[in-house]
Nanobody, 115 residues
Framework: QVQLVESGGGLVQPGGSLRLSCTAS????????VGWYRQAPGKQRELVSN???????YYAASVKGRFTLFRDNTMRTLYLQMNSLQPEDTAVYYC?????????WGQGTQVTVSS
């Protein structure tokens, strides 16, 4: 059974940092393209960052230079390091794993940036 378990969300002040984690089980982790999406209230889900199994990393323009995506294949975990957080980064963040016709989502973790 495939399971993606997210952690690391929370409340942070503007300018602060958080690290999101997404640990996978039940899949061959290293072959999957991986990424993080987010959905703010009243808005559509949007891609934040993703990478192929061996490819370059993509960042949305709104997070480039502030967020870093990386994966640890040994720990079967995907990370999103988020620095210089701003109120507009407030959203539920979802990890996503794709390979061929397989498409898996984490349960979502709330990130709130507020003073």
């Amino acid at each position: 059974q495939v399971q993606l378990v997210e952690s690391g969300g929370g409340l942070v002040q503007p300018g602060g940092s958080l690290r999101l984690s997404c640990t996978a089980s039940g899949i061959r982790f290293n072959i999957f393209a991986v990424g993080w999406y987010r959905q703010a209230p009243g808005k559509q889900r949007e891609l934040v960052s993703n990478m192929g199994s061996i490819g370059a990393v993509y960042y949305a323009a709104s997070v480039k230079g502030r967020f870093t995506l990386f994966r640890d294949n040994t720990m079967r975990t995907l990370y999103l390091q988020m620095n210089s957080l701003q109120p507009e980064d407030t959203a539920v963040y979802y990890c996503n794993f794709k390979y061929a016709d397989e498409d898996y989502w984490g349960q979502g973790t709330q990130v709130t940036v507020s003073s």
